[in-house]
């Protein structure tokens, strides 16, 4: 059973109030524009709207959690880099050298870097939260990936996480990872979540190539068939084919839904742990919103879980939170045209049913 805390957690998530959807899509009737002219844009600004119920939502402080964490599963030849790059990876963050950074930058996106369980030293951890649960997860083909005990910290850890950004003023999330073989971790918790074979759910992650996607296919297969028994909820999915930054993502979502904010769902690893989430509590769904869709095979079915269609399609596979930086200048265009466009009455325009009558 989960700690006090998530409990407490869990039963403060409620569905969002759908009479502010109604208010929100009636205020777009009344803006200056043909009715659905900004497509999509409007569908955002009224999910944001009615999360934050009220008709004039703001983006503020706009924040990107990147958790950090490594995999004992990487000792089956999963992985075509070592996994030391992991810690190297988040030094390079740190130092603001990776994608995320140069993205996040651009868009004036806060950026959190959170050692949720990396592995090995990070030589230089100025800027970084260090959280770590336990260097890395144990081998899931062996054993349980972790413990109950580590399960629940690493929850807390992503509770913890958004309710300090929230407390900050943020209202908008984002959530990124980074570890070295997290890919075979996320397509066993998409097997095991949906059901469909190993092969339906396994991509090339990093860029594994043939021998390596064997030797995940065959890890996949072994970790499901030993944990078998075991895979009764997504409490003990996690916990026996889990990942520490999965775990930690899993919190944020479940954080971020009791206190009413929006996440933005990067690609397959972050999916995967925002749909464990939605499985402990179906109302965190309306506080999610899909960024992208991975070239990850597994990452359609996760997007199911979560009733997801998401903003584009660009052929990304990164991870780090990329999406979700490139999604967040969408979402603020989106709230930006619904609270400062004329209504038809203000502008002294006339409607569409002005014209009819």
């Not at 409990?7 to 502010?20: M, Q």
Request: aromatic share 4%.
């Amino acid at each position: 059973m989960p700690t006090a805390s998530l409990t407490e957690t869990v039963a403060c998530i409620r569905p969002v109030d759908r009479t502010w959807l109604a208010r929100a899509q009636e205020h777009q009737l009344r803006l200056t524009k043909p009715p659905g002219s900004l497509g999509r844009l409007e569908e955002i600004a009224n999910r944001i709207a009615t999360i934050q119920s009220t008709l004039t939502p703001t983006i503020h402080r706009p924040r990107i959690v990147l958790f950090a964490a490594d995999h004992g599963v990487c000792a089956e030849g999963v992985n075509p880099y070592p996994q030391a790059v992991t810690a190297q990876m988040v030094s390079n963050f740190l130092r603001g050298g990776a994608a995320i950074n140069a993205l996040a930058q651009e868009a004036g996106i806060e950026l959190e870097i959170v050692d949720a369980g990396v592995a090995h030293d990070i030589p230089d951890t100025a800027g970084l939260s260090y959280r770590a649960v336990a260097r890395g997860t144990q081998n899931f083909c062996v054993e349980a990936a972790m413990t109950r005990q580590q399960l629940d910290a690493a929850l807390l850890l992503g509770i913890e996480t958004a309710e300090r950004a929230v407390d900050s003023g943020c209202t908008l999330l984002g959530i990124g990872e980074m570890g070295i073989g997290n890919t075979t971790t996320a397509s066993a918790l998409t097997a095991a979540l949906t059901g469909l074979e190993p092969n339906a759910v396994i991509g090339r992650g990093a860029g594994a190539d043939d021998p390596c996607m064997a030797r995940k296919r065959s890890a996949i297969e072994r970790a499901l068939t030993l944990h078998k028994a075991h895979l009764t909820g997504p409490f003990e999915i996690l916990e026996r084919l889990g990942g520490f930054e999965i775990a930690a993502i899993c919190g944020l979502c479940l954080g971020a839904a009791a206190r009413r904010c929006a996440v933005l769902v990067d690609g397959f690893i972050a999916t995967a742990a925002a749909a464990v989430a939605v499985r402990i509590s179906e109302p965190v769904r309306d506080y999610l919103i899909a960024a992208h869709r991975s070239t990850e095979p597994g990452h359609g079915p996760l997007l199911d879980i979560l009733d997801q269609r998401p903003l584009f399609d660009l052929q990304m596979r990164l991870g780090e939170g990329t999406g979700a930086a490139i999604a967040i200048p969408i979402v603020r265009a989106a709230v930006a045209a619904f609270t400062r466009m004329a209504t038809f009455e203000s502008a002294g325009v006339s409607s569409a049913s002005e014209g009819s009558v």
